[in-house]
Every structure is written in structure tokens, then in C-alpha cells.
């Protein structure tokens, strides 16, 4: 157990709806990072938050968007959804920004199917 | 931008021997850190074993070692003794510093490792 938790594990909805990701880093983690894991792409850096604020984006759509809170949990939601958002979601955390030994340990996934 | 090559798509080893996972890498940057993550057929990323840069010993965690090789740059996994519990895919990965303090993972396209009996 990593102790990055992610819910919900499975979701499936159809195509043009929105759904939103939850994570809760690991206790004293100040980063959370999500990544989008698909067959076709591997996995994919979407975006990094540290302690409250945007840090870091990568590949991540407009139709996408997230947030980190006081808490230092994090939301990412996925609006007007299409069959290739289908994939694994994956929140990730670190104790500081990531830079030198600061290891990121990653949730177990949200499985997300669109249909 | 950074890279990561994995260049074998599957692997097949038999229980209680070593195997290693290749792993190389490209970068300019005289700083980086790499990682390895074993992801089992439920879906979940376990990290394994970081390497720095700059470390001067390869780093070991348990059964897992890595043969860091900086001049040739690769990282490859070993595995020792391998169990049946180790069949999963492999994901090196090398930490990209962006603009803005932040950071991500470049991960490889992952050796899917068989154990067999």
C-alpha cells in the first residue's frame, strides 16, 4: 500500500458526461501528480500540483482540469467525454516539488471506461 | 526532452533465477534521478528502486538491484531470485525538471516480465 488513495477505482459513462477523480496524497505529501495511462499512448504526464498551486502540465486537455486543496487533496475532472478518454487515471505524490531523492509513489488507479 | 527506451517487450524467466530489465536513457542534464516501477495485471504502479546521478554506489532494495552504468547510460534492473509474484510489467522512468520548480515522470513503453515455474 502506497498510501495514495484514489476513488473511485472503477467508473464507467457515457460518451459527452463529466466525472471527477479523487486522491488523497500521502500523509505529509505536498506534490500530487496525476498521469493517464492508455494502451495506445502509455503513460502520460497530465499535471503536477504543490501545496495548493499548478506547478507542472503536461498533456493534459482543455476539456480537463484539476485542482488541490487546503487539505491537500486533489480533483481532477474530465468534462465532454469521449471513447478514447478511456483509460487508467493515475494520482501520484511526493513529500516535496520532486526534485532530487523525493520519491513518487503512485495510487492504485481509477479505471475510467466511456461508452 | 528527455527518453527512455526500453527495448524489451517481454521477458521470460524461471522461478529462483536472476533476470535483468534493460533500461536506457538520454538526457543533457548532469542531474537526474531514475526510477523503476512494477505494475501487476490489477493495475497498480509500486515503485521499486531510485537511482541518482550522482549516487556512487548502485542502489539496491531487497531482491531488486540496479546496474547503474552512467558512461553508457543505462539503468537496468535486476531482479534476483525470482518469484511467481514477480510476473507484472516493468517501467523505467527518469524525472524531467520543467520550467516552474515542477517536475514529471518519462516513463518507457514497460518489459512485461513472465515467471515461470
Known amino acids: 500500500d502506497s498510501g495514495v488513495t484514489q476513488t473511485p477505482k472503477h467508473l464507467i459513462t457515457a460518451t459527452g458526461q463529466r466525472v471527477t477523480l479523487r486522491c488523497s496524497p500521502r500523509?505529509?505529501?505536498?506534490?500530487v501528480y496525476w498521469y493517464q495511462q492508455s494502451l495506445d499512448q502509455g503513460l502520460q504526464f497530465l499535471i503536477q500540483?504543490?501545496?495548493?498551486?499548478?506547478?507542472a502540465k503536461g498533456n493534459i486537455l482543455e476539456r480537463f482540469s484539476a485542482q488541490q486543496f487546503p487539505d491537500l487533496h486533489s480533483e481532477l475532472n474530465l468534462s465532454s467525454l469521449e471513447l478514447g478518454d478511456s483509460a487508467l487515471y493515475f494520482c501520484?505524490?511526493?513529500?516535496?516539488?520532486?526534485?532530487?531523492?523525493?520519491?513518487?509513489?503512485f495510487g492504485e488507479g481509477s479505471w475510467l471506461t466511456v461508452v | 526532452a528527455q527518453k527512455i527506451t526500453q527495448t524489451q517487450p517481454g521477458m521470460f524467466v524461471q522461478e529462483k533465477e536472476a533476470v535483468t530489465l534493460d533500461c536506457t536513457y538520454d538526457?543533457?542534464?548532469?542531474?537526474?534521478?531514475l526510477f523503476w516501477y512494477k505494475q501487476p495485471s490489477s493495475g497498480e504502479m509500486i515503485f521499486l528502486i531510485y537511482?541518482?546521478?550522482?549516487?556512487?554506489q548502485n542502489a539496491t532494495e531487497g531482491r531488486y538491484s540496479l546496474n547503474f552504468q552512467k558512461a553508457r547510460k543505462s539503468a537496468n534492473l535486476v531482479i534476483s531470485a525470482s518469484q511467481l509474484g514477480d510476473s507484472a510489467m516493468y517501467f523505467c522512468a527518469m524525472r524531467d525538471a520543467l520550467t516552474g520548480g515542477g517536475n514529471k515522470l518519462t516513463f518507457g513503453t514497460g518489459t512485461q516480465l513472465k515467471v515461470e515455474l
Open positions: 537511482q541518482g546521478s550522482y549516487d556512487q
Open positions: 538526457t543533457s542534464d548532469p542531474s537526474y534521478g
Open positions: 500540483y504543490y501545496n495548493g498551486e499548478e506547478r
Open positions: 500523509s505529509g505529501d505536498l506534490s
Open positions: 501520484a505524490s511526493s513529500d516535496q516539488a520532486g526534485q532530487g531523492r523525493d520519491t513518487i509513489y
